[in-house]
């Protein structure tokens, strides 16, 4: 296994649970799922989907859409202003 830049890449049931998108890992992965995450405009059904900061992850959940553009995969789930740090809106 590489250590080559292996803090750059997260699952995307992680990353959207580190980015307060979703209360638990299980619920994110759920939503992936079901059809409701895509990574680069293709539909995303696989929780382990590695996504990296670039990528442009779009969720419909919660009875919005939102367009987000990865800045940092995270650490762990802190509190709303940390997990805001992780990516930027993209105005549709």
């Known amino acids: ?14 990353w ?13 992965a759920e939503a992936i799922g079901g059809g409701g995450i895509r990574v680069n ?4 059904r696989k929780p382990a989907q ?13 009875g919005r859409v939102r367009v987000l553009r990865v800045l940092r995969p995270g650490e762990r789930r802190g509190p709303a202003a940390e997990a805001a740090t ?3 809106e993209i105005e549709a």
């Open 16 to 28: 959207l649970h580190h980015a307060r998108l979703f209360k638990t890992r299980t619920l994110a």
């Open 41 to 44: 405009g293709q539909p995303c």
């Open 86 to 88: 992780l990516y930027e």
């Open 50 to 62: 590695l996504v990296r900061p670039g990528d442009t992850v779009t969720v419909s959940a919660h």
């Open 1 to 14: 296994m590489s250590e080559a830049g292996e803090g750059e890449a997260i699952r995307l049931d992680r």
